[in-house]
């Protein structure tokens, strides 16, 4: 827990108090300008040293705005800022936490092996694009199998319309979502229906609109950048504050919000030579929260090292992270359904690629990637698969492709449906990214509502270069039109939506509690035919998974001692090991058989 005399930000102490406190190294005296009802007023904040300004003012109450006035001349919002309603460049607003009536005080968080993501974009997700409509669907995605909903970055970003990954104000939730209440409103419906919440943080940039942190202290490190823009300061002069700053952040939304996990964007963007680097730091504090509340906490890395460090324990020298992200898989899978081989797919293609993702964790290992001009990665752990996130679409691989078309608008419902039994049968934890599931055809394009005209027109700019060798119109991310032709269509009751419902609850009744066990999983690759046969080894059975990436059904013999569990030439039923499905002929053309061997 952090000491309430060392929080940033405001924070509302009760009968019309707040405590404020900020990190500004570079000025002389800090002042707190209040909008109040009785009138503007300036309060002095007292000098704690090592940069630091704190106090305890009367007068300020929840709902009261403000700003920072730096050496009696510019003033600012506060960088901790919990709410932004009136946007990037609005005053800051106290708010109080702990005035949101919570429902789950009966909540014992999730296992890890019993996960299965839903990756939701607020914005896009309904028509009102704010967390109570997320609220909405909980029901139909608690009965399709999902056990954990992922949200993109909430963090306050410059206008209505953005991915989330230009967050200027980290501590507060998105005004046009809904704010503070409603995310909490989003988390305690949630843990109604057993599901836990992960949310996306981005601790290697911030936005390029909007952002007060260079008025305040040396945040950024000016010797690194990131592909975003320079990297913060997490190992340079001064960095103490910055990584206090973010490690607060990270305790914010499980301590005020109740959250579950955090899914860390690119954490191969922060730079950090320390001996001690920042992000084993985080996820110590984040165990240390796990044991405070007795529940499961996560913390997810995206991550494209190939490192298996990154999940090491921090007394094997690790960094501590529950579970990673595995772009190997994705890409492996991609490349040798859709035949692609632009970009990083380049480095892709073969079936081998696929069982080796499935089996080993990585493609590449230390071997030479033609995508990157270099040796790439390292062996992943023994036995550690389950640690590893797999996903056959997520916000990225469809997000930036150039029109952000999602794998509906260009590949059968079969080859959908093998797509799907392959995450949701292997041994990752899967990722859905919202509406594959019934075959959304929506794109996802990058969408934008930055205020700067200079800016857009570089954005605009920097997209065109980046997709200069296609042959495609991009989107404008400026043009409302783009974020709305991403907004989930209504149709949600589909043949491929029973299909994934059947897929999770084979994978919830056989496969969990086999992750639970430390079982490992083999793959044979069914040469010369395109088919891979996963072989789990259950405790009293096993569970062979066919998967035939061919357009014609392939021949394959089966024991008599075989149950056949699911058939994906009949989507809409399930079978059990007393009363199997009939025992086919072949594996169906782009299909799957699940066979439990008695």
Partial sequence: ???????????????????????????????????????????????????????SIPGFGVGDRYRFRLDAHEEFPDPASRSQPEGVFGPSVVIDPDQFVWHDAHWEGRRWEDLVFYEIHVGTFSDGGRFDGVIDDLPRLAQLGITAIEIMPIAQFPGERNWGYDGVFPYAPQSSYGGPEGFARLVDACHAHHMAVFLDVVYNHTGPEGSVLTQFGPYFNTHYHTPWGQALNFDGPHSDAVREFFLQNAQQWIIDYHVDGLRLDAVHAIIDTSAEPFLRELTKAIDALSRHYGRPIYTVAESDRNDPREILPRDQEGLGFSGQWNDDLHHALHAFVTGERTVYYEDFGSLKDLSRALTEGYVYTGQYSSYRHRRHGRPFLPHSLGHLVGYGQNHDQVGNRPTGDRLASYLSERQLGLIAATILLSPAIPLLFMGEEYGESAPFPYFIDHHDPQLVQAVRDGRAQEWAFSQEVLPDPADPNTFLSARLSTRRDTPLAHWYQMLLAVRHKYLTPSLMSGARITATVEAPHPMIQLTWALPEATLEVLLNFSSESLAHSQGESSRVLINSETPERIGTPERPLPTPSAVPSHGCLVIYHL
């Fill in 1 to 55: 827990m952090i000491p309430q005399k060392e929080r940033l930000g405001a924070q509302y102490l009760g009968q019309g108090t707040t405590a404020f406190r900020v990190w500004a190294p570079e000025a002389s005296t800090v002042e707190v300008h209040g909008y109040l009802a009785s009138g503007d007023c300036f309060e002095r904040l007292t000098d704690e040293g090592h940069g630091y300004f704190s106090g």
